[in-house]
């Protein structure tokens, strides 16, 4: 099995590979409908796709814990803020 302290690269893998595929089926069908050769058509546009978000996601998911942890923290703290009120 994989080392824990690489599990950061393994999780962006799989969130860009699920969403990659995903997004570039549903964008490949809006382009061109279902038309005789979709599945080539799919396919190249996931392996482009997937070649892009593996990077975004090994960068941009530091960012987006960052986010969510302040968003949680302002939330905890309003929270608490009006049961301290009343």
Known sequence: MIDR??????????????????MSFVISLFNVGFVNNILTIWLKAWGFSFVV????????SPVVRKLVSLVI??????THERNYRY
């Open 5 to 22: 302290k690489n599990q950061h690269i393994i999780f962006a893998f799989f969130m860009a590979l699920l969403m990659s595929c995903l």
């Open 53 to 60: 978000a593996f990077p975004a996601v090994v960068v941009v």
């Open 73 to 78: 923290i302002a939330r905890e703290a309003l």
